[in-house]
């Protein structure tokens, strides 16, 4: 546990972007409770703003993209940007270092799975556990998968193998679902019952399947194009620490990769729809190049123009991210909420009942991650 519980050190602070800590908690923030805010405040104003807002902060059906689906590969990206400023091929290192960053990694990525199934209430139906009906599968352990994969591909490959991987994993998975059919799955069939996906869960991935669908969205193959939201962070990552000193040319080159890449992903999403849950090769393009726009501003508001004091508030979440996710399955928000501001949410008007009660989950959580903030206490993996 010693690595998982650390102190800032001066030698760390030099290398952490408060950018990356803003938008990581910026990103966090609506996991806490925040994505309800546009609701309420729609049926207090009655503005088409806030709905239209508020439609953006629900999940795809299906095909499609919302603001609500970015959270997650945005997620992934940051971690592939953390990895693309810190990491270096192994090869720089003495044996016994590299030895040591490897077993870490392998580390990291065990605890995360076994959160993830924590975070999934990993006991199944009951005590003793039902060892079929535990979901192995989980947002954490795709994080740690693409994280991993990320960070072995730096820790062994050169930084051209890493983009051969990424436009081949991306065409090649393109490819096997709109060409490959086994046992009349797959072949072009991008629907929730026929995608080849189906196949690969109901073989190949252990316990249960999310809600007893066909496949899992966090399932087996589609880990496989999430590993590219990782690299896309990691070639982000590295190209802030190789021009921070010309921001102009770092900024415009970012814009320019981040619209493109939007761009692309949405005419490739004519042929190979942009899906969330297959977690398509349009949907990699469009998540990356919005995940990158949005790093962009953060970057140039934060770190550039140093327009710091808003910052803070969500660094204070970014800097526990791991906390935030699990505590919001561990722990009852809304019980909390309830219990000390039940008075005001039961005698106020509606919009503003909810309004109070969802801003009370929000401010009991920051308050308890802002209170390891000030302790300097960063529960990290």
Known sequence: MEDQLNTTKPEQKKKR????????GF????????????AALFIITGWSFFHIASLQMVHSTWHGFTAYDLIFPLFIFLSGVSLGITGKPLSHYPPEKAKSIVLHGVKRLVILMLLGIIYNHGWGKGIPADIESIRVASVLGRIGISWFVAALLVWFFSERVQWIVALTVLLGYWLLL?????????????SADGAINVWFDQHFLPGAILRDKAF?????LSNLPSIINALFGVFTG???IKYSANALKLTSFLILAGISMVILGYVWGIFFPINKTLWTS???LVTSGFSILLLTLFYVLIDVVKIRAWATFFAVIGTNSIVVYVGSSVVS?????????????NIAPPGWSSLIFFGGVVL??????????????FIKI
């Open 178 to 190: 709109s060409s490959v059919s086994i046992a009349g799955l797959g072949g072009g069939d991008y």
């Open 238 to 240: 590295r190209f802030i």
């Open 282 to 284: 349009s949907f990699v």
């Open 17 to 24: 972007l408060l950018s990356v800590d803003a938008l990581r």
């Open 333 to 345: 928000w809304g019980y909390i909420s309830k219990s000390f501001l039940g008075g005001l949410i």
């Open 216 to 220: 899992d969205p966090e399932g087996v």
């Open 27 to 38: 990103d966090m923030f609506w996991i806490l409770g925040g994505e309800k805010f546009f």
């Open 364 to 377: 009991f959580q920051w308050l308890v991650l802002y209170w390891l903030y000030c302790r300097k206490i």
